[in-house]
């Protein structure tokens, strides 16, 4: 059974600029969280979608959203990109939304210059 | 709100055990997990504690006491790749919040 895929796994970009990262779950899994993590800040939780809809958010600016497709895949958004965003972007996936046990990938690492 | 405390850093020998505290509070309580987290790694599960007791897994345990707001994760006969950033992550309703993680160091 694939693992979770976070594509790409590197990236820069420059201040102002906007970028989409993705994550593929594990297959049969419906929920799909994702993360900023930074040294100063540890693990944010950003936001969870199951079943193509936001069930949470966290405390982020509206310059990050994301979205769901009906095969669980997920995306999520960051426009108008600052300094403070370049940081690690983790997404997990679990079966469903109690999240009992999360799996994540391998993470996103972005860079903003 | 979530508010979520362990140490920053531990130092320990090959062999010892090791035990990692973490306290929280949070906006309801369902469940915590333990996470490892090797540098430049996915963070990969270790244990999840709903109701109060020991949970022990291998060489790995993880204690909750609910009313007192505290976890510990316990690491017994340390080896080197034990080394990593070890999360306690509470959860208040559907989402786990992590803390900052405790860096452990295991030396020979």
């Known amino acids: 059974k694939a693992g979770v895929t976070q594509t790409p796994r590197y990236l820069i970009k420059t201040r102002g600029q906007q970028v989409t990262l993705s994550c593929s779950p594990i297959s049969g899994h419906r929920s799909v969280s994702w993360y900023q993590q930074t040294p100063g800040q540890g693990l944010q939780f950003l936001f969870e979608y199951f079943s193509e809809t936001q069930r949470n958010k966290g405390n982020f600016p509206g310059r990050f959203s994301g979205r769901q497709f009906s095969n669980s895949r997920s995306e999520m958004n960051v426009s108008t990109l600052e300094l403070g965003d370049s940081a690690l972007y983790l997404c997990a996936s679990s079966p469903d939304s109690s999240n009992t046990e999360a799996f994540f990938g391998q993470g996103t690492r972005l860079t903003v210059v | 709100g979530q508010n979520i405390d362990q140490p920053t850093e531990m130092t320990a020998t090959e062999g010892a055990i090791v035990q990692i505290n973490c306290t929280y509070q949070t906006s309801g309580f369902n469940g915590l997990f333990w996470y490892q987290q090797h540098a430049g790694e996915a963070p990969t599960f270790l244990s999840y504690?709903?109701?109060?007791g020991l949970e022990e897994k291998g060489r790995f345990s993880s204690f909750l006491s609910r009313s007192k707001g505290y976890s510990y994760l316990l690491l017994k006969e340390l080896q080197m790749k034990d080394s990593a950033s070890y999360l306690c992550?509470?959860?208040?309703?559907?989402?786990?919040?992590f803390g900052r993680g405790t860096s452990l160091i295991v030396h020979p």
């Open positions: 504690n709903v109701l109060d």
């Open positions: 992550a509470p959860r208040g309703s559907y989402i786990p919040t």
